[in-house]
């Protein structure tokens, strides 16, 4: 069974920067995609963002306004959410995720894509 750890919340100014990171214990998924979904207060979870296991594609979400950036470290078993810009509404806890890979022409945008989560991170934007 993989598990996941995030790292990186907490409290930052209006139009600060937070680097999110996401590690994924050994287990037995080959072949995977990891990346990030944040729930709003009040409102649905919501797809930021996801990259394949070599990090040679990545997937966001509709919403996403560029300031977002999914990234896969070097080994595979970690993913990064750079985040600038950010404002109060980004406020929300944020969960990595991990998919088996199902093909490119797959959907990776909503929750039930998403065998495996992280605990979550809260990151809260306020002055």
């Given at each position: 069974?993989?598990?996941?750890?995030?790292?990186?919340?907490?409290?930052?100014?209006?139009?600060?920067?937070?680097?999110?990171?996401?590690?994924?214990?050994?287990?037995?998924?080959?072949?995977?995609?990891?990346?990030?979904?944040?729930?709003?207060?009040?409102?649905?979870?919501?797809?930021?963002?996801?990259?394949?296991?070599s990090g040679g594609r990545t997937f966001y979400g509709n919403f996403l306004p560029g300031r977002f950036?999914?990234?896969?470290?070097?080994?595979?078993?970690?993913?990064?959410?750079?985040?600038?810009?950010?404002?109060?509404?980004?406020?929300a806890i944020y969960y990595c995720v991990l998919a088996r890979f199902k093909g490119y022409d797959a959907?990776?945008?909503?929750?039930?894509?998403?065998?495996?989560?992280?605990?979550?991170?809260?990151?809260?934007?306020?002055?």
């Amino acid at each position: 069974q993989v598990h996941l750890v995030e790292s990186g919340g907490g409290l930052v100014e209006p139009g600060g920067s937070l680097r999110l990171s996401c590690a994924a214990s050994e287990g037995d998924i080959a072949n995977y995609v990891m990346g990030w979904f944040r729930q709003i207060p009040g409102k649905e979870r919501q797809f930021i963002g996801a990259s394949t296991w070599s990090g040679g594609r990545t997937f966001y979400g509709n919403f996403l306004p560029g300031r977002f950036t999914v990234s896969r470290g070097t080994g595979r078993s970690s993913v990064y959410l750079q985040m600038n810009g950010l404002e109060p509404e980004d406020t929300a806890i944020y969960y990595c995720v991990l998919a088996r890979f199902k093909g490119y022409d797959a959907d990776y945008d909503q929750p039930a894509d998403y065998e495996v989560w992280g605990q979550g991170t809260q990151v809260t934007v306020s002055s």
